[in-house]
C-alpha cells in the first residue's frame, strides 16, 4: 500500500512518487521511521525545486538511473531500497531555491517555526550605521569622531558631513 505521510504530494515533477517506509506513521517526531520518511520527502521537495533527478545527476556528475532510483527510493534489480545520501545535500544546499523547499519542509517535519534567512551587513549598510552613531554622540565628542573618519579616510575634516 502506498502512503504518503506528513509533507508534500509525494510526486515529483517528473513523475516519480516517494514510497513510504514500512511501518511509517503519521506523526513523523514520535517514530523514527516516519521521520526517515519524512526527511527523504524533504529532499524529495529539494530535488523538485533544483529541477528534478536529472538536474541533479548533471550536478553530481552521477549516471541519471542511479540519481533517479535513489531520489524515487526505488529497488534495484537485486531487491535492496535506494537510499539518498548525504551526497545529494551538497548541490541541494547550494542552490537558493531547492534549500528553501529543504529546509522549510524540514522545519515543518519537526514542529518548528520556520526560519529567515540572516541579512548580510553591506559596508553601505555598516557606514550608515556608523554615521548615526556619530550623529548620536554629544558634540565634543562628534568632532573627534569626525577628525578620525576623516583621517581614515583621507580627506580633510571639512569633507565630513555629519
Excluded at 506528513?6 to 514520535?30: K, Y
Excluded at 538536474?55 to 531487491?79: C, I, N, P, Y
Aim: hydrophobic letters at 45%.
Amino acid at each position: 500500500m502506498n502512503r504518503v505521510v506528513a509533507i508534500g504530494t509525494g510526486v515529483t515533477n517528473d513523475g516519480t512518487r516517494t514510497e513510504a517506509g514500512i511501518e511509517s506513521s503519521p506523526n513523523p517526531v514520535a517514530d523514527p521511521v516516519a521521520l526517515r520518511d519524512g526527511v527523504y520527502r524533504c529532499l524529495q521537495l529539494a530535488v523538485d525545486a533544483f529541477g528534478g533527478a536529472n538536474e541533479l545527476a548533471e550536478a553530481l556528475g552521477a549516471a541519471r538511473s542511479d540519481t533517479f532510483l535513489r531520489v524515487a527510493r526505488k529497488e534495484d534489480s537485486k531487491g535492496a531500497l535506494q537510499r539518498a545520501f548525504l551526497d545529494f545535500l551538497g548541490p541541494l544546499l547550494a542552490h537558493k531555491k531547492a534549500r528553501a523547499e529543504f529546509v522549510a519542509a524540514f522545519l515543518e517535519l519537526i514542529d518548528y517555526e520556520p526560519s529567515k534567512p540572516r541579512s548580510r551587513v553591506t559596508e553601505e549598510i555598516a557606514g550608515k550605521g556608523a554615521l548615526d552613531w556619530v550623529r548620536a554622540l554629544p558634540p565634543s565628542m562628534k568632532e573627534a569622531a569626525r577628525a578620525d573618519i576623516a583621517r581614515s579616510l583621507g580627506v580633510r575634516v571639512e569633507e565630513i558631513k555629519l
